[in-house]
């Protein structure tokens, strides 16, 4: 007996080895085709022809969507929303409320003992940048070799410092610091501007979106609302960021309520 399909674990990827009969729909391909294989695991006899033949491996993949943990805010969760949509993937979301937290339970259960926490079947993660890393290796979003998986990781740290200066403006400085924030701004956003200006398929790195990409977006979405001339200067970035609003699967996203209800920071300042 053949084997029907084969799902991978790390990719998420769904392989179907089976041809698909001219009258079924992408729907009831898929379906059938999982049945089928599932079937195969349960039958000895098929199993030596099946390529993945660990169920424990396999198996959870097919219903248990990724799940992410975090508070009612964008924060730092903004840029794996955006990437797991783009990449046509689904997520459960656990929404934490403030008093919930400081109630102190799931603090101690979190390496760091912060959110957000993201679960990827048995495999827990907190820290929103290896969790990025992660949706990137198992999303094809790492740039096509090592070279440019060392690149993107460079340009993804050079997003995580300006990350936490905007953090450490929104949470500490507001007030008093807003006008000097947006006087370095420029200063900060000419980096990525030269970088995007010299790859004319218009991504950081190489000629496909990665981790890094969505993560500039997300963080200068975020500016665009502090500071709506910020990019005025940019003609790049620019065109980075209308490039990536116009991926359809991002505006949809962009557009719904279950984005356009979380305020973008847990105090009220943006
Ligand atoms: C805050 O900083 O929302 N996690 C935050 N705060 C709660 O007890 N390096 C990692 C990473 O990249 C940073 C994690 C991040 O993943 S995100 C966290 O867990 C803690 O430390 C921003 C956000 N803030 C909302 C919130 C935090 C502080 C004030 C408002 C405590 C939690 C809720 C109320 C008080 Fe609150």
């Known amino acids: 007996m053949p084997c029907y399909c084969m799902l991978l674990p790390h990719s998420r990827q769904t392989l179907y080895l089976r041809q698909r009969d001219s009258s079924e729909t992408d729907g009831d391909y898929k379906l059938l085709s999982c049945a089928l294989f599932l079937q195969s695991l349960a039958d000895d006899s098929c199993r030596s022809s099946c390529c993945v033949l660990n169920a424990d491996l396999v198996l959870p993949t097919l219903n248990m969507p990724y799940t992410i943990t975090y508070f009612a805010v964008r924060g730092r969760c903004g840029a794996m929303k955006i990437m797991l949509t783009d990449q046509d993937q689904e997520w459960k979301e656990v929404e934490i409320s403030f008093d919930d937290w400081m109630k102190g339970d799931l603090k101690a259960t979190c390496v760091f003992g912060q959110l957000p926490k993201f679960q990827d079947g048995d495999l827990e993660l907190v820290q929103s940048n290896a969790i990025l890393r992660h949706l990137g290796r198992n999303h094809g979003a790492y740039g096509s070799n090592d070279k ?27 007030d008093t610091g807003k006008d000097k924030y947006i006087q370095e701004l420029s200063d900060h956003l000419s980096k990525f501007e030269a970088v995007l200006a010299k790859n004319k398929a218009g991504f950081l790195v190489g000629n496909k979106v990665s981790f890094a990409d969505y993560n500039l977006f997300d963080i200068l979405l975020n500016h665009q609302v502090l500071c709506p001339t ?12 209308a490039m990536m609003s116009a991926r359809p699967k991002i505006k949809a996203f962009l557009d719904s309520d279950a984005w356009k209800k979380l305020p973008i920071n847990g105090n009220g300042k943006q």
């Open 230 to 241: 910020c990019l005025d200067k940019f003609p790049a970035l620019k065109a980075f960021s």
């Open 148 to 174: 440019e998986a060392s690149q993107i990781d460079m340009m993804n740290d050079g997003v995580e410092d300006l990350r936490l200066k905007y953090v450490k403006l929104i949470y500490q400085e507001y």
